[in-house]
C-alpha cells in the first residue's frame, strides 16, 4: 500500500505539504544558531558588511565594489537590505545568505519538475527528491551559513533554467522574460555565474538538436530572453568596459594557465592534480580548509554518493536525452573554475554545481526505483509489495539519515573545532566590537592586527583613526596625547608591546581584555590616560632632524661587539614633527673595508618602511615618537674590526634621499650613529 502511493506520485495537496515541509527543515539548519556559527565575521564576511554599511548610510551605492580584489554587488545590496530590517550586524550578513539558501531549495525543485516533465514512474517524485537533497547537502548549508557572496549562484543559475526550459517547453513569453532576468542577475553574483549564459545556450542547442524544438517559432522569444539579459547585466557592462580589467583582475590572479614565468608542462601537470582533486571531492575527500567544511570531508556521504554515481551513469547513458545531457554540462561548466583556479577553495569555486549534484543524486534514486519496480513484477503479488514497500522504506530511509549525518557532521562536529576562532577570526571581530564603543575622540592603537582588517572595519562600524603596528618591530608613542589613548594589544603574537607600554606610560594600566583563546585572552586593552607623558630614555640619545619632518631622539645597541654570522639589533627612536604625504624608507647600513660583493663598504643593511612596513610615515601625526627596530644580518665572511653604522632616509619611488641636520649643524643625507666591533666568526 505504501508502495503503492509512492509509485503514483503525491497528490497535489500532499506535494505542497511535503514540499513546505522540505522548505522549514532547510530553513531549521540554515538559520539554527545563525547568531553564533560560524563564529566571528571573517574578513570576506565583513567587506560584505562594510559596503553594506556605506550603503545604508548612503555614502555609495556602486554598481560594482573595487575593494577585496573587485566584488560584484548584488549580495552587498541584500545584506544592507538585511541590516534596515534585522539590524546591523554579522548575524544579518548570514542571515542573508541563509535566505538565499532556503529559497535555493524551492527552484531546485521548480527545475527538476520542469526536466522531468515527461518522465513517468518515480520520477512523479523528482522535484521533491532534488529539493530535499538541497536542503540537507553539508556543502550548500555551510555556504549559506557563511555569508559569501557565491551563494546567489545556485540560487540565480537555476532559476534563469527553469524559466528557459520552461519557456522552451511551452512557448510562454513570460518564462522567456524570467529566464531574462535572472540570466542577467545571475551576472552580478560571483564570477563563477559567467558560465550561465553559455549554459542557457547550450539548453537551447539540445533542445533543438535531441528533440527537433523548432527555433524559427522560439526565435523572437530566445532573442527577448538574451536582450533582456543583457540589459539587466547593462550597467555593469558599462562598468566593466569602462574599467578595462576590472571584471577579470580576480580571476587572472588565480588561473592556473597563462601565468608568463610558469612552463607549460607545469601547468598541465597543475591542471591534471586539480582535476582528480575536484572529481574526488564529490564522493571521496573534500576541501580541507575548516573554513568551508569539515576538512576532509566529501560533498556527499556514501549512501548518497552511491545515487549520485549512479545517476552519473544513467545520465551518460541517457546522453541522447537534453535533460541528462543538460545536467551532465552543468556540472562540468560550474566545476571549471575550480579546476582552472590553482588556489583558493573548491567548494567556493565550484558552487554552482550543487544543484547539479542534487539532481544527479535525484536520478539516480529515480532509476533505482523504477529497476525494482521491474524487478519485483516477477515476483508473486504479496511478496511484490513486501519488497517494494521496503525498497520504499529503505530509500526514505537513507534521506532521512543522511539529513541527521549532515545535522550531526555541522553542528555536533563542526562546530565545536576548536580553531574556528582563528580561522573565522573571532578575535579580530572582537577587537572591532570593543573599539567601536570607545569614545570617538579616544586615540586606539592596534598591534599586530591591521587597522584596515575587515573584520575590525566592519565591527568597530568603520570607526575612523584607529591606527594600527606590528609590535615585533615597532611601539608608537604620543608623547604627551591631549586626549585618552587605548591600545588593544594581541599578547599571543606581540609579547613585547604591554611590558614596554607599561614602563613607558606608569600610569596607564590594562583595562579590558578579550574573548578566551587557549586559555587566555586573545587581547588585552591598555589605557593610558590624556596628558601622561611618555617616559622614553633610549641608551644612546641624540639629535638629528632630516627636512623638518622627522627627528632621531637616539637609538639603542644591545652591544658594541657582535661575531661574523650573527645579528646586530638596533632600535631608533624617531619622533615626527610634521604630516607626511610621501611614505619613506629608513636605511640602516653597517659599514667597514671594501666588499667585494657589494663593491663598496657595506657589509650588511636593513631598508624598510618603519615596523617592517607596518607603520609608514603617511600615518605618523605630529609629535608622535616611534620605536623603529631593525635587525642587520653579519655574514659570517665578514673580515674581524671596527665598523660603522649609518643610517638615513629615502623616497623609494625616486631612491632620492632626505637631507638632514644632526647636533652640530652639519648637512648631509645620512648619519653615522657610532662604531661597532665585529669579530671573527668562530
Same mark, same amino acid.
Given at each position: 500500500m505504501i508502495y503503492e502511493r509512492i509509485r503514483q506520485g503525491p497528490s497535489p495537496r500532499l506535494r505542497l505539504v511535503l514540499l513546505i515541509t522540505i522548505i522549514i527543515l532547510a530553513a531549521f539548519l540554515r538559520l539554527y544558531r545563525i547568531h553564533e556559527l560560524p563564529p566571528g565575521c571573517n574578513y570576506d564576511q565583513s567587506a560584505y558588511g562594510v559596503d553594506a554599511l556605506r550603503i545604508v548610510r548612503g555614502e555609495e551605492f556602486p554598481i560594482f565594489f573595487e575593494s577585496n580584489f573587485g566584488r560584484e554587488p548584488l549580495f552587498s545590496y541584500l545584506v544592507a537590505l538585511c541590516f534596515l530590517i534585522i539590524g546591523i550586524g554579522p548575524t544579518a550578513i548570514r542571515v542573508a545568505s541563509a535566505l538565499v539558501g532556503i529559497l535555493t531549495v524551492p527552484a531546485v525543485y521548480l527545475l527538476a519538475q520542469e526536466l522531468l516533465s515527461e518522465e513517468d514512474g518515480w520520477a512523479r517524485w523528482g522535484g521533491l527528491l532534488a529539493a530535499f537533497n538541497v536542503a540537507i547537502s553539508y556543502w550548500d548549508l555551510t555556504f549559506s551559513r557563511m555569508g559569501l557572496r557565491a551563494i546567489l549562484v545556485p540560487l540565480c543559475e537555476t532559476m534563469t533554467f527553469y524559466f528557459a526550459w520552461r519557456g522552451l517547453r511551452t512557448g510562454r513569453r513570460g518564462a522567456f522574460v524570467g529566464a531574462g532576468i535572472f540570466l542577467g542577475l545571475s551576472l552580478y553574483t560571483y564570477q563563477a555565474a559567467r558560465a550561465v549564459p553559455a549554459l542557457v545556450l547550450l539548453m537551447i542547442v539540445y533542445q533543438a538538436v535531441l528533440t527537433r524544438l523548432p527555433l524559427r517559432r522560439h526565435l523572437g522569444n530566445i532573442v527577448l530572453l538574451f536582450g533582456i539579459g543583457l540589459l539587466v547585466f547593462a550597467p555593469l557592462g558599462l562598468y566593466f568596459l569602462r574599467h578595462p580589467g576590472s571584471a577579470n583582475l580576480r580571476i587572472g590572479q588565480t588561473l592556473v594557465v597563462g601565468a608568463e614565468e610558469t612552463e607549460t608542462s607545469e601547468e598541465i601537470s597543475t591542471l591534471t592534480t586539480k582535476l582528480v582533486e575536484n572529481l574526488l571531492m564529490f564522493n571521496v575527500r573534500g576541501e580541507d580548509d575548516p573554513r568551508y567544511n569539515l576538512p576532509g570531508r566529501a560533498a556527499l556521504n556514501p549512501l548518497l554518493s552511491v545515487l549520485f554515481l549512479l545517476g552519473l551513469t544513467v545520465s551518460l547513458l541517457r546522453l541522447r536525452r537534453a535533460p541528462y545531457l543538460f545536467v551532465l554540462t552543468w556540472l562540468a561548466a560550474m566545476l571549471a573554475p575550480a579546476v582552472l583556479a590553482k588556489y583558493g577553495s573548491n567548494f567556493k569555486r565550484a558552487i554552482g554545481d550543487t544543484p547539479a549534484v542534487a539532481l544527479l543524486v535525484t536520478i539516480g534514486s529515480l532509476w533505482l526505483g523504477d529497476a525494482i519496480e521491474r524487478t519485483a513484477a516477477s515476483f508473486s503479488i504479496s511478496w511484490a509489495r513486501r519488497w517494494r514497500t521496503a525498497t520504499a522504506l529503505l530509500l526514505t530511509g537513507v534521506f532521512l539519515l543522511s539529513g541527521l549525518w549532515v545535522y550531526r557532521d555541522y553542528f555536533l562536529?563542526?562546530?565545536?573545532?576548536?580553531?574556528?576562532?582563528?580561522?573565522?577570526?573571532?578575535?579580530?571581530?572582537?577587537? #572591532?566590537?570593543?573599539? +567601536?564603543?570607545?569614545?570617538?575622540?579616544?586615540?586606539?592603537? =592596534?598591534?599586530?592586527?591591521?587597522?584596515?582588517?575587515?573584520?575590525?572595519?566592519?565591527?568597530? #562600524?568603520?570607526?575612523? +583613526?584607529?591606527?594600527?603596528?606590528?609590535?615585533?618591530?615597532? =611601539?608608537v608613542l604620543p608623547a604627551r596625547p591631549e586626549q585618552d589613548v587605548t591600545y588593544v594589544i594581541v599578547p599571543g603574537e606581540d609579547k613585547t608591546s604591554l611590558d614596554k607600554l607599561a614602563t613607558v606610560y606608569p600610569a596607564g594600566g590594562i583595562v579590558a581584555e578579550g574573548p578566551d583563546q587557549y586559555g587566555q585572552p586573545y587581547f588585552l586593552a591598555f589605557h593610558v590616560p590624556a596628558g601622561t607623558e611618555a617616559q622614553i630614555k633610549p641608551l644612546y640619545p641624540l639629535h638629528a632632524t632630516w627636512e623638518d619632518k622627522i627627528r632621531l631622539l637616539g637609538y639603542d645597541l644591545e652591544s658594541t661587539e657582535y661575531p661574523a654570522g650573527g645579528e646586530m639589533d638596533l632600535v631608533l627612536y624617531w619622533q615626527a614633527l610634521a604630516p607626511m604625504e610621501l611614505s619613506y624608507t629608513v636605511f640602516t647600513h653597517l659599514l667597514g673595508p671594501y666588499n667585494e660583493a657589494t663593491g663598496g663598504p657595506l657589509w650588511a643593511q636593513d631598508d624598510s618602511e618603519p615596523g617592517w612596513r607596518s607603520y609608514p610615515t603617511t600615518l605618523w601625526s605630529p609629535g608622535e615618537i616611534?620605536?623603529?627596530?631593525?635587525?642587520?644580518?653579519?655574514?659570517?665572511?665578514?673580515?674581524?674590526?671596527?665598523?660603522?653604522?649609518?643610517?638615513?632616509?629615502?623616497?623609494?619611488?625616486?631612491?632620492?634621499?632626505?637631507?638632514?641636520?644632526?647636533?652640530?649643524?652639519?648637512?648631509s643625507d645620512h648619519l653615522i650613529l657610532g662604531q661597532v666591533m665585529v669579530t671573527a666568526n668562530q
Open positions: 562536529i563542526w562546530a565545536k573545532d576548536p580553531t574556528l576562532f582563528t580561522r573565522m577570526e573571532a578575535g579580530q571581530t572582537a577587537i #572591532g566590537e570593543y573599539v +567601536g564603543q570607545l569614545p570617538p575622540d579616544e586615540l586606539v592603537y =592596534l598591534s599586530p592586527v591591521p587597522a584596515d582588517h575587515q573584520s575590525v572595519v566592519f565591527s568597530s #562600524g568603520i570607526r575612523p +583613526g584607529i591606527k594600527a603596528f606590528n609590535g615585533r618591530r615597532a =611601539l616611534v620605536l623603529d627596530r631593525h635587525t642587520l644580518s653579519i655574514p659570517a665572511n665578514t673580515p674581524a674590526g671596527v665598523y660603522e653604522i649609518e643610517v638615513g632616509w629615502y623616497y623609494w619611488v625616486t631612491q632620492e634621499r632626505l637631507s638632514l641636520r644632526d647636533d652640530v649643524g652639519d648637512v
